[in-house]
């Protein structure tokens, strides 16, 4: 049987209607989105199906695509889908903690109403922005973040990696990539320089939070964004509070799942990003998708394939 890993999405691949299907279709889901609503003081349903403003609005996308991925995991659990392993990407990796056990549903929700109000409060004082370079190897980008006042808050792929910081010097960066040949720079649909160290007092306004809320250790391994290794439980509070203002290691953490025997992953949430970068990082691996039912159908035929 394969050994399979869970990939979470994190923020930026929201879009209205996602989850629509599997909430028309499972009562369970219905009931996690309600018991999410009542958490956060607003209809989540609303939210995420009528075409808004508010879904891109960091306050709003991070719980939002939280309770998406959560859903989704339970219908994979319900279909019988063994998994070996997880990892979310930034924002994902409440929804990995969660699938692992770590958290149960309300504190994840609780703590992500947090995290986006802290994060919010931040980007809107401070400003900020994020924006993606694609084609330039890790050598010229950490020159681009030198010569702009940057820093690197995604180490997505060999070739792909998010540089953040004050608006003026990303766009001071994204000159630099242009010039140095990056195939592609791309400004990212976020509100604030997250994974920065602007970001650092929205993490010590987190930090109480994370030290009040019930936490068990995980069922099976999660891959942590700030040290691209497996949870050490007791190191749950201080890896959190840092994964905020420092980068997401997606590149080595994804490698790291590869060595721990992973040979098929499940990207879990709306978008494909998760799954296209890790066809760069480790091509030898299986990559499937799951944000909608139409999926689930391909997804357990492949896997079922994949094991005669």
């Known amino acids: 049987m394969k050994k399979i890993a869970l990939l979470f999405a994190g923020q930026g691949s929201q879009y209205p209607g996602m989850g629509m299907d599997i909430y028309e279709k499972y009562g369970f889901v219905r009931e996690m989105f309600q018991e999410a609503g009542s958490i956060l003081g607003y209809d989540l349903a609303e939210l995420c199906f009528l075409e808004n403003e508010r879904l891109n609005q960091t306050i709003y996308t991070q719980p939002a695509i939280t309770v998406l991925n959560c859903a989704l995991f339970e219908i994979l659990r319900a279909e019988g889908i063994k998994f070996h392993a997880a990892l979310g990407f930034s924002l994902g990796e409440y929804s990995a903690l969660y699938a692992a056990g770590v958290f149960n549903f309300p504190t994840a929700i609780d703590l992500i109403k947090q995290r986006a109000l802290y994060m919010h409060r931040v980007a809107e004082k401070t400003g900020g922005a994020m924006t993606a370079i694609i084609g330039l190897d890790l050598e010229a980008v950490k020159a681009v973040c030198a010569a702009s006042g940057t820093a690197i808050a995604n180490f997505n792929s060999p070739i792909q990696y998010v540089i953040a910081g004050e608006e003026e010097r990303v766009k001071a960066a994204e000159e630099e990539a242009r010039r140095l040949g990056a195939r592609r720079v791309v400004r990212l649909n976020v509100?604030?320089?997250?994974?920065?160290?602007?970001?650092?007092?929205?993490?010590?306004?987190?930090?109480?939070?994370?030290?009040?809320?019930?936490?068990?250790?995980?069922?099976?391994?999660?891959?942590?964004?700030?040290?691209?290794?497996?949870?050490?439980?007791?190191?749950?509070?201080?890896?959190?509070?840092?994964?905020?203002?420092?980068?997401?290691?997606?590149?080595?953490?994804?490698?790291?799942?590869?060595?721990?025997?992973?040979?098929?992953?499940?990207?879990?949430?709306?978008?494909?990003?998760?799954?296209?970068?890790?066809k760069r990082i480790a091509p030898e691996v299986e990559t499937y998708n799951f944000e909608k039912l139409s999926d689930l159908i391909a997804l357990k035929e492949a896997i079922n394939e994949s094991e005669k």
């Open 191 to 278: 509100s604030g320089a997250f994974h920065h160290p602007l970001m650092r007092e929205a993490a010590e306004n987190l930090k109480p939070h994370l030290q009040a809320a019930s936490k068990n250790p995980p069922a099976f391994p999660v891959v942590m964004n700030f040290t691209a290794s497996p949870l050490e439980i007791e190191e749950i509070e201080e890896l959190l509070e840092k994964q905020i203002y420092s980068p997401v290691r997606f590149e080595e953490s994804v490698r790291r799942l590869v060595e721990m025997g992973s040979d098929g992953f499940i990207e879990v949430g709306p978008g494909r990003v998760l799954s296209g970068l890790v």
